[in-house]
């Protein structure tokens, strides 16, 4: 429970508490007792400020010790707060334990008076800061030790001081309690130990010292709660990294099983006579060559060329052969010679980073036929994994959702209270607002700084909070904060002076002309010509390129000067109209008002040299468009409103980068100096490298945005691997996951923007007025012309022009009243392919066709048959078969009414189609009856199956049409009759179906309009081959492909649904559009012209600017050949260039070329140099976050607001499944979420059932686990140069665990007997033993070469799957691997569609650049020659992967580059040039299409992951639940006596799965259920369900039918229930225990008092007596003496 609001207030920390505090702990040592359920208060943690609600701070209570206000921390932890002026939490242990002072000692009260200062908060960050300077810098000032050191002392003293105000060890708010003061007491040690022994020793020790930077977290209240929620989600994490790291390791072994040794492969020049000893005789090996220089090697190329002895491998060129020499590639750390390098190429793949080279190493050395493993690996390995850590955040973020909602709605109520108080005791007026305030503003603010909620959420999850502000304050605080501002005031002289200067309203005259001024600015079409300019500004800032004649600069230069000119008069007429003070009161005013500035300034600056960067600032005009465009609007609004929501994360993820950039630095740079030689043949530094901090940031950032392998391998090379590996990881792992983090939470933010509504601006309003009136206005005059013509009565044309202006205006109204709501059935009118919910379908015969969705004819019937609707129908056709009757308006039935026929305006008589004819005539009949028989055809399932099998094999046909066709001339002969009789077949189904629907019901459907243009390519091309100046035109059968989506039902699904999700993100795509058109302009502006480089043509490489300064000094070169000037391929030269460069940039594709060019470039005309424009960088950097990360999370969210709509509406668990396959879905989960093996009977033979017993008990169960576990480790041992003795171990182990698993298989079929075979699992085992005991007996007959040693290990690795097994492996994985099980039937579908896109495609690649030059990204493996090797293109642009590379060879299309009269052997085409139009084209649509498609892949498996997290959310039970419970309960009472004892209980109840689950310890809630008992202390089975359905379900009316439907069902199958009477409940036993235990320990104190006083008394006997005895002694004696004297006398 949190703290009361009715707190006593704030109490002086005396003596007297602190003697409280020992007693309460002396008391929990001596005695039993029950601590209370206490939780910390959120509002009340440390470095959040004390809500104003606890009373006033007076000033002796600042800085001195305080009861703790939370009970949690004040009972519990004994804790003690203390306040700074701004009411600030610290808290302190009381408690004395290990030198911890007393918290009166004044000791500890000076320092803890110093530790909560601010200025002493103040002095450690800026000593931080200082510190993070100095170790950016390579080359300390001379100042700069002392400095060091100055440093260090401060650092130092906050540690004493922190010692002594916390104690070194009393609890969690000691020193040592806080990670942080660990980390900096280690760096400060370390420090001091560095300065006192030479660093040659200790050189790691001074590296320590960047942690340093660390400290800022703490500084930051914000960063370090940040820090805590990134750690809570690393936790929740855990289960995928170890299944991530599971699956990683199980692909490493399979690929050391398929490719282990292969990349050493390479072509090898054959020898000459006499050359053998040679090459030999160096390691004794004549199959293994050590020498480089006699590989072959492709130009351009570092590494050799890989070859393989496999057909489909790379083969290697006329006098080379194949064999393994060498190293492996890249610089031999490239390879899967082992599980280490395994590994490290599979977390490449995984990441893909670089996958094109490993895939085209492996496809060369192995074969085209493992591109299967890649798919695996690279798409949908990768695919699964990125998809489960985003699963997995999205329900960590539901989680923290939920938790703050129930934290609204706990302290909601209480405030509710204090606000009726203070209305009782009429308290001042001001606390009463601020309660109002409160309450308003509740669900506005993060209690916890978490950020943004409702991620990616579902249609039951209902809570969607935006978060305004990220502050780590308590709410109450921040709602004061905001009244208390809202109540300040600007000094007097301040409105005087905005009275006297702003306010312009002194003379009448000016009034008039304001007046007037303010009419013309406000008038709509004065914005609409505002708009218009703008649009026109932007195109002339777009046409700006190079070279670009004079004509042209003088006409943008004029341009320029009117539009400054159009933009300062709208300034200056606004200004006059609205005042000074009122124009600068709107945000868009001021942006226009610095634009003007700007704009004004860059002439005033014109010719002053240096000053030509002010030109960039003209692209903002481009975003002057979103004044008008509502959309823009809303989404900057929310991008800022995220931006400060998310600050701490921002800054977090900034420091995380920081600090690995001055790690590496200090790691590497040192390095990368020393050993530069050996990653450059001239030994000059990389372009990236760690050796400043600049390039070690750049190195950072780039292994951030996923580009890691290359500059891993230098750092490798430069400083040794174990670190550079450490480093590249930690960076990748936490930075990725802090950039998911951000990425998420920006989708979120931009999520909001559909739901929240904005209010237009004036100019927006203006705007939409004015192009109303102009489309009202061209609608009078084109009916007006309309109605002339046919000669319409002039009262009735006034009519409808009155009537058409009534309709405007009322849509205009309503429009404002609805804002931007729509219904369900207006977004199916606008996105749907079928007609719209105003058309009305009567076609009888036909209404079973599958193409017409049955939803959308209901709400068109609905709609149609309404009885209130005025709409008239008009007439069509009156046949059983009559096409669609068209719902039109009244404008056109009253413009048409006069040019219809008389004798067609009776109702009785009705207009056709389709050749109407007359029911009652012959023909009419004759008609009928042929469109029934070609109904009957085309809705027949056969025919749709034979019009199925045709499509797939004329989609088919189009994948033998490759460069090898003409030399096939019997196949060339089939295909060209194949396509006439496909042609003929679809042309005939064509009229068919025009026969039986109607042309009206045939052309409204989409998937028909599809099949009708797919008839139409048919038809061009057999006409482009009958003749050969038309055989362009057979270029475009690619698209016959198309078809296949009108055919399948999961295609048809697939692309509804992607249209439904993505038209709605049209209007945000055009705002990324935007976006990225301003960092086009910007890039032509800083890098037109520069590109140009001077080659030389022998080696290839840029002239050095020593020699080559300019372009004049490159023409003036000597050689052979000319000295060419070329221009990059990829530039900034004009707009168009500019978007396909930054496209390239976006998906990390050749944007390192690119980069090189822009740092290197100088001047126009002029030889680019190493690195002289370095921070260039920045504009890329700023493009990545802004022009790619920001627009990303845009589009992503609207798909998913949309994806979710559509969802909704289609009421299913998927929107990409159909109905069939939702029910296979259901069978799929309840397949998932429970073993469905069926009980096996126990033989009844003695022997039999013994075996039964023994492989069917758990623990043989887990030796097979153990065994297989062994073997996947013992199978990472080996190597590719692993020694003869270990070739032998392995083969005998391999032969062990073949017969450990044959034993296995023969028990099971001994105990099992037939049942053996019902098991699927049993089948993959006995299949394993199978082929491995085929795998080791096979090579003894035929041979190692053709049976590897390898393949039965992957045949035993195999059985790793078992870890997966429900029941059998860790039910994390299973849990983590439901989901995607569950989407499969969605991915499978959208899968297809992936692959009919790239069918399509890969076809179209064929057409165009099957003989392009290979060169760059087209090679041998990668072309376009073959379907084959088309679809290993297109699978590598999926994965957006090298298509940089083909793209660069398609745009080899001048003389200089290719040859246009090349002549291709066994061909008529001439050639090998490429068509850069087409390539961009082409390319750039498939990486959208793609894109879309697998995004909208993800979002299916997130949301499952949702879907799973929502319904455990809920309490609810299914029957699986039930039946679990069962089959937990038959272990408990094997003789099904429907009781168990009641000591049993508590286990029973944590071996139960969720919900219904108690964990231990339990005892306490198992009490509180009581449950009845019976004699025996027996508890009924019945009794125990009910209790736990109550306890998941809850307590209410709904919940006790369901319970007496639970019990009712149970006594029906149970009718010989045991009746029973109870005598106890188990509550009742409990309070029997415990009076018994007191009574015992009662009695138990009574004897032992009776015992002690027996004892004193008997005691105090014996005392007494032992004390009269000696008295007795003295008194005999002096009685004697007495007597003795008086006798003697």
């Known amino acids: ?113 110093v530790l909560i200062h601010p200025l002493f908060r103040l002095l450690i960050l800026i000593s931080v800061l200082i510190d993070c300077i100095f170790m950016t810098m390579t080359d300390l000032p001379r100042w700069g030790p002392a400095l060091e050191n100055t440093l260090l002392g401060i650092y130092t003293f906050e540690i004493i001081i922190k010692l002594f105000a916390r104690g070194f060890w009393a609890g969690s708010f000691s020193f040592l309690g806080d990670p942080w003061n660990w980390l900096d007491f280690s760096v400060t040690l370390f420090e001091f130990i560095t300065k006192c022994i030479p660093l040659n020793y200790i050189l790691m020790l001074q590296k320590a010292r960047t942690l340093r930077i660390l400290k800022i977290i703490p500084l930051n209240q914000g960063l370090q709660s940040r820090m805590g929620t990134l750690i809570h989600c690393l936790k929740k994490l855990m289960g995928a990294i170890i299944l991530t790291l599971f699956f990683l390791s199980v692909f490493s072994l399979i690929g050391m099983g398929l490719f282990m040794g292969n990349l050493k492969h390479k072509c090898l020049w054959l020898p000459r006579e006499n050359e053998n000893e040679t090459l030999h005789n160096r390691t004794g090996n004549p199959y293994y060559f050590r020498e480089t220089e006699i590989f072959y090697y492709l130009e351009g190329e570092i590494n050799a060329l890989p070859c393989g002895n496999r057909t489909d491998a790379g083969q290697c060129p006329e006098g080379y052969v194949c064999v393994k020499a060498g190293l492996n590639p890249d610089r031999g750390f490239t390879n899967f010679d082992n599980f280490g390098w395994a590994f490290l190429a599979l977390f490449r793949l995984m990441t893909q980073d670089f996958p094109e080279n490993l895939y085209h190493q492996i496809l060369y050395a192995s074969g085209k036929v493992y591109m299967v493993f890649f798919v695996v690996v690279s798409f949908w390995f990768a695919f699964y994994m990125a998809s489960l850590f985003l699963g997995i955040l999205v329900m960590t973020y539901e989680e923290e959702t939920q938790t703050a909602t129930e934290k609204t709605n706990k302290t909601e109520p209480r405030f509710q209270e204090i606000e009726k108080e203070l209305q009782e005791g009429n308290e001042a007026t001001e606390v009463y607002i601020f309660l109002m305030l409160l309450r308003t503003t509740m669900l506005e603010i993060s209690f916890q700084g978490l950020g943004v909620y409702c991620l990616l959420g579902d249609a ?101 000067l009117v539009f400054i000119g159009i933009f300062t008069a709208e300034m200056i007429l606004k200004i006059i109209a609205m005042h000074p003070y009122e124009y600068f009161q709107v945000g868009w005013n001021i942006f226009d008002s610095v634009i003007v500035f700007l704009g004004l300034t860059e002439l005033y600056l014109a010719n002053i040299q240096g000053i030509y960067y002010f030109r960039l600032f003209r692209m903002l005009r481009i975003f002057k468009l979103g004044k008008y465009w509502p959309t823009f609007e809303n989404l900057m609004l929310t991008l800022t409103n995220s931006v400060a929501a998310l600050e701490d994360l921002v800054l977090l993820l900034f420091t995380f980068i920081f600090f690995s950039a001055v790690l590496g630095m200090k790691l590497f740079g040192q390095s990368y100096r020393e050993g530069v030689c050996h990653i450059d043949k001239d030994c000059q530094a990389p372009r990236w490298h760690m050796y400043d901090f600049f390039h070690s940031f750049l190195n950072v950032f780039r292994m951030l ?190 413009v048409c009414e006069h040019d219809r026929p008389k004798h067609l305006k009776n109702d009785d008589r009705r207009t056709s189609s389709l050749g109407q004819i007359s029911r009652e005539s012959k023909k009419g009949k004759m008609w009928q009856n042929i469109r029934k028989t070609c109904s009957k055809i085309v809705e027949n399932e056969w025919f749709k199956c034979f019009i199925g099998l045709v499509t797939l094999l004329s989609t088919g046909a189009l994948a033998f049409e490759d460069i090898y066709i003409d030399q096939r001339k019997t196949i060339k002969i089939l295909l060209e009759y194949a396509d006439m009789i496909f042609t003929y077949i ?102 037109a012209g520069k590109f140009y480089e001077c080659i030389d043509p022998t080696s290839g490489e840029r002239f050095p600017v020593s020699k080559v300064a300019n372009k004049s000094e490159c023409e003036g070169l000597v050689f052979n050949e000319s000295v060419p000037w070329k221009n990059a391929k990829l530039n900034f030269d004009n707009v168009g260039n500019g978007f396909l460069s930054l496209l390239q940039v ?308 001048e003389w200089s580059d290719c040859d246009p009269d090349k002549i291709n052997p066994g061909t008529q085409v001439r050639g090998d040039c490429g068509s850069p139009s087409v390539g961009i084209l082409y390319f750039v649509s498939y990486i959208l299409l793609s894109w879309l498609v697998i995004v909208n892949m993800y979002i299916v498996v997130v949301m499952e992951f949702l879907n799973i997290s929502s319904k455990k959310k809920v309490k609810t039970l299914s029957e699986d639940d039930f039946k679990r419970f069962f089959q937990v309960w038959k272990r408990f009472d094997p003789d099904r006596t429907q009781y168990i004892d009641s000591s049993k209980l508590s286990d029973f109840a944590a071996s139960l799965d969720p919900p219904l689950f108690m964990a231990k310890p339990n005892k306490s809630q198992l009490l509180a259920l009581d449950l009845p008992m019976a004699v025996g202390d027996r508890i009924h089975c019945l009794d125990i369900l009910l209790a736990f359905t109550k306890r998941v379900v809850g307590n209410d009316a709904r919940v006790e039918k369901v319970l007496s439907e639970i019990e009712s069902g149970f006594l029906l199958a149970n009718p010989f229930k045991i009746t029973y009477e109870p005598i106890t409940s188990t509550l009742k036993r409990k309070q029997e225990a415990v009076s018994a235990r007191i009574i015992q320990r009662a009695y138990k104190n009574y004897r032992l008092r009776q015992q002690d006083k027996n004892t004193i008394d008997i005691r105090k006997i014996d005392a007494d007596r032992d004390v009269q005895a000696p008295k007795e002694g003295v008194y005999s004696d002096k009685a004697e003496e007495k007597s003795t004297v008086q006798s003697q006398s």
């Open 1 to 113: 429970m949190s703290a009361s609001v009715e707190a006593k207030g704030l109490v002086p920390f005396t003596r007297e508490s602190y003697e409280l505090i020992k007693q309460r702990i002396a008391k929990k040592h001596n005695e039993e007792h029950e601590e209370e359920d206490l939780k910390a208060d959120t509002d009340l943690e440390v470095g959040k400020k004390l809500p104003f609600i606890y009373g006033n701070l007076s000033q002796g209570m600042v800085s001195e010790p305080l009861e703790d206000v939370d009970p949690y921390y004040y009972k519990k932890k004994n804790t003690f707060i203390v306040l700074n002026r701004d009411r600030t939490i610290f808290r302190f242990n009381a408690s004395s334990i290990l030198c911890t002072l007393s918290p009166f000692s004044s000791i500890r009260g000076t320092t803890i008076k």
């Open 460 to 560: 039951h999850i209902n809570v969607c909070h935006i978060i305004r502000r990220s502050k780590m304050i308590s709410i109450r605080e921040l709602t004061f904060t905001k009244l208390k501002k809202s109540k300040k005031k600007c000094p007097l002289c301040w409105y005087r002076i905005a009275k006297l200067f702003l306010i312009w309203d002194c003379s009448p005259c000016w009034l008039k002309l304001k007046e007037f001024v303010h009419r013309i600015i406000m008038y709509p079409f004065t914005d609409l010509v505002l708009a218009l300019c703008i649009i026109l500004n932007v195109c002339f800032l777009a046409l700006e390129h190079y070279p670009m004649s004079e004509e042209i600069n003088s006409l943008l230069s004029i341009g320029n």
């Open 705 to 894: 945005c996923g580009e890691w392998i290359e500059t891993l391998w230098d750092c490798m090379e430069v400083a040794g691997r174990p670190w550079c590996i450490s480093f590249y990881m930690m960076v990748i792992l936490i930075g990725n996951l802090l950039i998911l983090y951000l990425f998420l939470a920006l989708v979120s933010s931009f999520r909001s923007h559909n739901a929240v509504t904005t209010e237009k601006n004036d100019e927006t309003k203006n705007l939409q007025l004015a192009l109303t009136r102009i489309q009202t206005g061209i609608s009078h005059v084109f009916l007006k012309i309309l109605c002339k013509k046919q000669n319409i009565p002039k009262e009735r044309l006034d009519h409808a022009l009155s009537e058409l202006s009534n309709t405007q205006d009322f849509l205009t109204d309503k429009e404002k009243h609805s804002g931007t709501e729509k219904t369900t059935v207006t977004e199916n009118e606008s996105q749907s392919p079928l007609p719209s919910p105003s058309v009305s379908e009567t076609v009888p015969i036909a209404s079973g066709e599958s193409d017409i969705e049955n939803v959308d004819n209901k709400e068109i019937q609905s709609k149609s048959g309404d009885g209130g609707s005025k709409e008239k129908i008009k007439p069509s056709s009156s046949s059983e078969c009559s096409t669609v009757d068209i719902a039109i308006s009244e404008e056109e039935e009253m």
């Open 986 to 1087: 679809f042309i005939l189904e064509m009229l068919l179906k025009w026969m039986a629907y109607g042309f009206k019901a045939y052309f409204s459907n989409g998937w028909y309009k599809l099949d009708f243009m797919v008839v139409i390519v048919f038809c061009l091309s057999l006409i482009g081959k009958s003749r050969e100046e038309l055989k362009p035109l057979t270029s475009i059968k690619f698209l016959r492909a198309l078809r296949v989506l009108s055919q399948f039902e999961r295609m048809k699904v697939v692309v509804k649904a992607l249209i439904k999700t993505t038209f709605p993100a049209l209007n945000v795509f055009l705002v990324c559009l935007l976006i990225w058109l301003a960092f086009s302009i910007m890039g032509v502006n800083l890098f």
């Open 1146 to 1453: 976006a998906t990390f594709n050749g944007w390192i070329d690119i980069m090189n060019s822009a740092v290197d470039s100088v001047e126009i005309d002029m030889q680019p140099d190493f690195e002289f424009s370095i921070y260039m960088y920045c504009y890329f950097i700023n493009f990545i976050i802004f022009g790619l990360f920001i627009p990303l999370s845009m589009l992503i969210s609207v798909i998913i607001t949309s994806f979710n709509k559509y969802k909704i509406q289609q009421g299913g668990p998927n929107i990409f499944i159909t109905g069939q396959q939702r029910k296979q879905y259901r069978v799929l989960k309840k397949l998932m979420c429970e073993d469905s093996q069926r009980p096996i009977p126990r033989p009844r033979n003695k022997f039999q059932g013994f075996i039964f017993d023994l492989v069917t008990n758990p623990v043989f169960n887990v030796i097979i686990m153990v065994i297989i576990c062994l073997h996947t480790i013992i199978l990472m041992i080996q190597s590719d140069e692993q020694g003869p003795e270990k070739e032998i171990a392995f083969y005998w182990i391999n032969s062990t665990v073949v017969m450990l698993y044959a034993i296995e298989c023969v028990l099971k079929l001994i105990s099992f007997h037939c049942y053996y075979f019902t098991i699927g699992w049993n089948i993959f085992d006995f299949m394993v033993v199978i082929f491995s005991t085929t795998g080791l007996l096979l090579p003894m007959t035929v041979g190692y070469s053709i049976v590897p040693p390898s393949l039965v290990q992957l045949i035993l690795l195999a059985r790793i799957v078992h870890v997966l097994r429900l029941g059998k492996g860790p039910k994390v994985f299973h849990d983590l691997m439901l989901p995607f099980v569950l989407s499969l039937p969605a991915l499978l579908n959208i899968g297809l569609l992936i692959f009919l896109l790239m069918f399509v495609y890969a076809i179209c690649g064929m057409y165009n650049f099957a003989y392009v030059k290979k060169e760059a990204g087209i090679n041998d493996v990668s072309n376009f020659e073959t379907f084959v090797s088309s679809m290993l293109c297109l699978f590598q642009v999926t994965i957006f992967a090298g298509w940089d590379g083909m793209l660069k060879a398609i745009f080899r299309s």
